[in-house]
């Protein structure tokens, strides 16, 4: 047990324990669909929000683009057992793994392709994705190689299969991009207070990045245990913005649709 997991009600690293499975069976398209450059992108950035969704009945899905190979600590096939527990808990009914080289990922027609096909297979409502300024260059291209699949993915004569079969043209309706090392204007808040310690086993379940004061690999800046305390500085920073203890924000790079505006007033009491 590391030190920091003790706040998140000491079982923080128990979701390491959970049995592996690398196919989630999917009978049905996805709401959302979150993209990352790198497995553990996404628990970092937005967990919360997948949990939330799975929990109120919304299908969801991750695809990483990278194993992660070029992390300093661990090892690609470390990394898909940890982003597989995850998966569990945040309740996907999909992950996968784009296999792009880590370090490398390129905004190439091929690679585009490759993203366009999996857009049309799950055929999500909503996409999140990387914002577009990061620190590192994976999440800034991963930002511009999913939102040009995405328009891609609408056009009726760009040709792609799946299993040999000629799949039909889709466009998500939402691009919503999470935030990463960089701050964000935030478009939308998402209310996280009641998932936040599931998201943080999410965090935990990659044990080989996150602090661990018995591991002996070489320091980065996600494994030192200010980097736990950043995850919740952020959550609370972004809570504090729309008056709850935890938020995760968004930004949409597109107005969002709406008819009623009183649908954007919370259900909930809350402090402002
Ligand atoms: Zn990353």
Redesign the pocket.
């Known amino acids: 047990m590391v030190e920091c997991c003790g706040r998140w009600g000491g079982d923080a690293f128990s979701v390491c324990l959970h049995i592996m499975s690398t196919t989630i069976a999917l009978d049905r398209d996805l709401d959302i669909l979150a993209f ?3 497995p ?2 996404v628990e ?1 950035s937005c967990a919360g929000t997948m949990i939330l969704m799975h929990r109120k009945g919304h299908a969801t899905g991750v695809v990483d683009l990278t194993r ?1 190979e070029m992390g300093t600590r661990g090892s690609a096939k470390i990394r898909a057992r940890e982003a597989q527990n995850a998966a569990k808990v945040m309740g996907l009914a999909a992950r996968r793994n784009v296999g792009l080289p880590d370090g490398g990922v390129e905004i190439t027609k091929n690679n585009i392709k490759k993203v366009v096909a999996l857009i049309r297979e799950f055929r999500p409502r909503i996409i999140l994705i ?1 914002h577009a300024v990061d620190r ?1 260059p ?2 800034e291209h991963a930002s511009r190689l999913v939102r040009e699949a995405a328009f891609y993915s609408g056009l009726i004569r760009l040709s792609t299969t799946t299993n040999g079969e000629k799949q039909t043209p889709f466009r998500p309706e939402v691009t919503l991009c999470y935030r ?1 090392s960089s701050d964000i204007p935030a478009t939308i808040i998402v209310d996280i207070t009641s998932v936040f310690e599931e998201k943080m086993k999410t965090v935990f379940a990659y044990a080989s990045q996150v602090y661990n004061p018995k591991a002996k690999e070489p320091d980065t800046v996600i494994s030192r245990p200010e980097f736990i305390d950043n995850i919740e500085a952020r959550a609370r920073a972004y809570g504090s913005r729309i008056g709850v203890k935890y938020g995760e924000a968004f930004y949409s790079p597109n107005p969002l649709w709406c008819d009623d505006l009183m649908t954007v007033i919370p259900q909930k009491p809350r402090m402002m």
Do not use: E, I, L, S
Request: aromatic letters at 8%; a negative charge; charged letters at 25%.
């Open positions: 990352g450059a790198h553990d992108d970092f992660g990387p590192h994976d999440h990463q």
